[in-house]
């Protein structure tokens, strides 16, 4: 989930908010709450990052909520991995060494199929693959855990929106079960999460970054949540968050990314956070709950 500051100007500019202001920072503490627990792309630190494994991990260490992002191949599948290119998490330069710079967009699914997604984090993982979005949520759908969905550079996959959509719905993952409690489906890009929504206002949708106070209500239109870096929270920014009515006319929710450190986590909660995504899932957990 890492993007420069520039991503988040741009949606503001996009939204024609150019003349917003920033929120003053004040330290005042909240009463500390206690915050949901999201283990980003999966037990990531335990096993190999967005992979039915890591999964697998968090179900072990009881975490009730995972992140993970989406993109597509070039024949149409939506896959579940966080970089644009395949080299960093897979095999994929020994496997096609002549098709640098491994865009996932330039290869099909059999061809994203044949590569070890899971060799190089450890050996033991090994043969691990790139999942498909319908095989992880076959899989969470079984430990009955809740997805939070990044659409991960939306701009490349036109129309992946309605694509994602449609996909959850087939899963079964768009009924009042899920959508009550176990979906949320968000993206830095705004114009993707106001597509999602016009798609599907039941769908709870958030927005990654750190709007302006003053462009809050323009967001709302569309996000029910903001979740900003940890680095931009603030007890004056948390609170004009939540004093902002979503387009379900709730409260706007707010889940801070990524936090790996229980000073930062206490923090988080102590400010009021709704949540933190977090790599290490079991010692945020254990430390602000």
């Not at 989930?1 to 917003?20: D, E, F, P, Y």
């Not at 627990?37 to 009730?64: K, M, Y």
């Not at 709007?211 to 940890?230: G, H, M, R, T």
């Amino acid at each position: 989930m890492h993007q420069s500051l520039a991503r988040t100007v741009a949606a503001t500019i996009l939204l024609g908010a150019s003349a917003c202001v920033t929120m003053p920072a004040h330290a005042a503490p909240a009463d500390p709450s206690t915050p949901t627990v999201f283990a980003h792309r999966g037990a990531s630190t335990e096993a190999p990052e967005n992979t039915l494994a890591a999964v697998r991990r968090a179900h072990e260490q009881h975490i009730t909520w995972v992140e993970n992002d989406v993109q597509r191949t070039k024949d149409g599948a939506l896959v579940v991995i966080h970089d644009a290119t395949l080299n960093r998490t897979t095999d994929v330069e020994q496997v096609f060494p002549d098709r640098a710079p491994w865009r996932v967009a330039d290869f099909t699914l059999a061809e994203i199929r044949r590569l070890d997604a899971g060799v190089w984090f450890a050996p033991h993982f090994s043969g691990e693959r790139v999942p498909t979005l319908e095989e992880y949520l076959r899989l969470l759908d079984q430990d009955r855990q809740g997805l939070l969905l990044e659409l991960k550079r939306p701009e490349l996959y036109p129309g992946i929106e309605k694509q994602t959509v449609d996909a959850l719905e087939k899963a079964g993952w768009l009924d009042q079960a899920h959508l009550s409690g176990r979906l949320v489906i968000q993206s830095f890009d705004a114009d993707a999460l106001r597509r999602t929504h016009e798609l599907r206002p039941a769908v709870v949708t958030g927005f990654l970054g750190s709007p302006p106070v003053s462009c809050l209500k323009e967001y709302a239109a569309f996000a029910d949540q903001i979740n900003p870096d940890a680095k931009d929270v603030t007890y004056a920014y948390v609170q004009a968050v939540h004093s902002v009515k979503g387009p379900d006319g709730k409260p706007l929710r707010m889940n801070a990314w990524t936090v790996d450190d229980l000073a930062t986590a206490v923090r988080m909660a102590a400010l009021g956070a709704d949540g933190i995504i977090t790599n290490r899932p079991d010692v945020i957990r254990n430390g602000v709950q």
